[in-house]
C-alpha cells in the first residue's frame, strides 16, 4: 500500500497528520513528511486523511494489493 | 431585514427542513445585495475566493454602527472575542497557541489519542437501544457524544456536562440571524457569563493543579479571559456542529436505501460517505459574520466597503459549476473539495475532531442497528438556520447486534 502527495496542492491544512499521525507529520508549520509506504494497520486511518484533505492532494494506491486493486491471476 | 428579501426567507423556519431550492435561486446571481446593504455570495469559486481574501475580514466591529456585530460579547462584560470573530495578527497568535496543545506540530497524537474513549461512549449509547422499538437519534446518540468528547479535550469533569448543554444552546442561538427579537441575544449573554464564571473557576483549578486536557496546557501561556473564550468557542461549536453532523448523516441514509445497502456490506464506504454528508448537508450553513475591508469586485459585483457579506457554504456545496448533478447524494463523487468545514485561515478548528467522532459513530450505529425507517420526515428542525439540523430524529428500529 502506497500513497504520494501532491506538495504543490498541498497547503498544509494538516488533516492528514491529525488523522494518520504514523503515516504523516509537520515538520515546522507548514512541510509536510510522510511515508509513502503504509501497512495494513494504517489502512483506515489513511483512508480517513486522505479523503478528509481540503485540497485533495493525496493519493492512495493499493495496485500492489491483490485484494483491492487488479484482480488477482485465477487459474 | 424586511419581509420577502432572500435572507428573511433563509430564516424563515418555515424553509428550515429544505433551504436548497432558495439557495439555487440564490446562485442564480452569484453576489445579491439585499436592502439592508448585506451581500450574499452563493457560488462555489466566489465564495472560496473570498474566504481565502485578506480583505475579508471576521471581526464584525469593522461593520458600521447598526449592523449586527456577531460574536463580540457587549463591551461592559469586558470579554474578548474568541479567535474566530478575530483577524490576523491577533488570530493566528490565538490559533497556534490553542493548537499547540491540540494538533500538530506540537501534539499530533492528541485526538488520535481519544479514538478509543470515544468507541467506548459510542459503544454505551447503542447498548441502551437494546429492547426499544424506537430512539430519538438526537437526544439518544448524536447529542452526548460530542459533549463527552468535547469536555475530554478540555479537560471538563464529565459530572459537569449536563450543565454544558443549556449554556452551548443558548450560545449556539445567538450566533443565528433572526428578524426582530433580541431575547436570544440576552439569553445568550446570560448563558456566556454563567459559563464565563463556572470556566474560569475551572482555570484557575487547572492552573494550580494541571490534569489532563487541552486548558491545563493551555493556562501557563494565555491570558484568563481569551482562555475562556477559547473555551467557550469550542464548547459551543463541539456541540451543535457534530451533533447536527451525525444526525445528518444518519437521515441522509435513511432517505438513500440503495446506499445504506451498499454501506452495510462495506463499511469502507463510510469515508468517502461521511465527507459526502458534510457536502450535501453541512452543519454549518452558511457563515453571516464577515465584514469587507475594502471595495472588493467579485464575478462583475463591487461589494462596497463595510458591507456585511454572508457566505452561504449550503449553496457553494450545490454549485453545479463545480459539482456534477450536485443535488444527487452520491458517495462516490471523485475530488469531492467540498466547503462543509470553510476554507482559507478559519477552516473549522475542531474538524478532526469532528471527522474521528463521525468514525466513531456512523459505521458502528449502522453495524449494530437495524433500522426499519424514519418515524417522521421531514423531522423536527432547531430554529437556527446556520446551525442547522434537526432537533429530533425519531426512527423505528428493529434490533440490535451485539
Known amino acids: 500500500m502506497r500513497l504520494v502527495v501532491d506538495l504543490n496542492r498541498c497547503q498544509g491544512y494538516a488533516q492528514c497528520v491529525f488523522l494518520a499521525p504514523d503515516v504523516f507529520a509537520l515538520h ?44 488477482p491471476h485465477v487459474g | 431585514m424586511t419581509p420577502g428579501t432572500i435572507t428573511a426567507q433563509i430564516t424563515d423556519y418555515a424553509n428550515r427542513a ?18 439592508d446593504g448585506t451581500y450574499l455570495v452563493s457560488t462555489y469559486y466566489e465564495v472560496r475566493n473570498l474566504a481565502n481574501d485578506p480583505r475579508l475580514s471576521n471581526d464584525t466591529r469593522n461593520r458600521p454602527p447598526g449592523y449586527a456585530r456577531v460574536g463580540h460579547p457587549a463591551e461592559e462584560t469586558g470579554l474578548p472575542p474568541s479567535f474566530i470573530f478575530t483577524d490576523p495578527p491577533v488570530h493566528d497568535r490565538l490559533r497556534d497557541t490553542i493548537n499547540r496543545p491540540f494538533g500538530p506540530p506540537h501534539s499530533p497524537r492528541f485526538l488520535d489519542g481519544l479514538r478509543a474513549d470515544l468507541a467506548t461512549v459510542v459503544t454505551e ?15 439518544d446518540f448524536s447529542y452526548p457524544l ?76 494565555m ?4 482562555l475562556e473564550a477559547t473555551a467557550v468557542l469550542l464548547l459551543v461549536a463541539g456541540h451543535e456542529t ?18 445504506l445497502e451498499r454501506f452495510q456490506k462495506d463499511p469502507d464506504l463510510a469515508v468517502p460517505l461521511i465527507e459526502e454528508v458534510l457536502r450535501f448537508e453541512p452543519p454549518v450553513q452558511f457563515v453571516p459574520w464577515t465584514t469587507a475591508l475594502a471595495d472588493i469586485d467579485v464575478a462583475g459585483t463591487t461589494i462596497p466597503k463595510g458591507s456585511p457579506v454572508w457566505l452561504m457554504l449550503a449553496a457553494a456545496n450545490r454549485d453545479p459549476k463545480r459539482f456534477e448533478d450536485p443535488d444527487r447524494f452520491d458517495p462516490d463523487r471523485k475530488d469531492n473539495e467540498h466547503l462543509g468545514f ?24 449502522f453495524r449494530r442497528v437495524k433500522f426499519s425507517g424514519l418515524l417522521e420526515d421531514p423531522p423536527p428542525y432547531r430554529t437556527n438556520a446556520v446551525l442547522r439540523g434537526p432537533r429530533h430524529l425519531p426512527v423505528a428500529i428493529e434490533g440490535l447486534t451485539a
Not at chain 2, 457534530?242 to 446506499?259: E, F, G, M, S, Y
Not at chain 2, 470553510?342 to 450505529?365: K, N, S
Open chain 2, 146 to 221: 460530542p459533549v463527552t468528547a468535547i469536555c475530554k479535550v478540555l479537560g471538563v469533569p464529565r459530572e459537569d456536562e449536563p450543565r454544558f448543554h443549556i449554556w452551548a444552546d443558548a450560545l449556539a442561538s445567538s450566533l443565528d440571524p433572526r428578524p426582530g427579537g433580541d431575547d436570544g441575544q440576552e439569553k445568550a449573554q446570560r448563558a456566556r457569563q454563567d459559563m464565563g464564571a463556572y470556566l474560569s473557576d475551572l482555570i484557575e483549578t487547572k492552573r494550580r493543579h494541571p490534569g489532563p486536557g487541552i486548558l491545563s496546557a493551555l493556562a501557563p501561556d
Open chain 1, 28 to 71: 515546522g508549520d507548514e512541510a509536510l513528511l510522510f511515508s509513502p509506504r503504509f501497512d495494513e494497520a494504517q489502512r483506515d486511518r489513511v483512508e480517513e486523511a486522505a479523503a478528509a484533505c481540503p485540497v485533495q492532494a493525496i493519493l492512495v494506491d493499493y495496485s500492489d494489493e491483490p485484494t483491492r486493486g487488479a484482480e
Open chain 2, 18 to 35: 429544505d433551504p436548497y431550492p432558495l439557495y439555487a435561486e440564490l446562485r442564480e446571481q452569484p453576489v445579491r445585495r439585499e436592502d
Open chain 2, 125 to 139: 449509547l447503542l447498548d441502551a437501544f437494546e429492547g426499544k422499538d424506537q430512539v430519538d437519534i438526537v437526544e
Open chain 2, 342 to 365: 470553510y476554507t482559507g485561515i478559519h477552516y473549522c478548528f475542531g474538524a478532526p475532531l469532528a471527522r474521528i467522532e463521525l468514525h466513531a459513530a456512523v459505521p458502528e450505529l
Open chain 2, 223 to 226: 491570558t484568563p479571559a481569551d
Open chain 2, 242 to 259: 457534530t451533533v447536527n453532523a451525525i444526525t445528518n448523516t444518519t437521515l441522509t441514509l435513511l432517505r438513500h436505501p440503495d446506499v
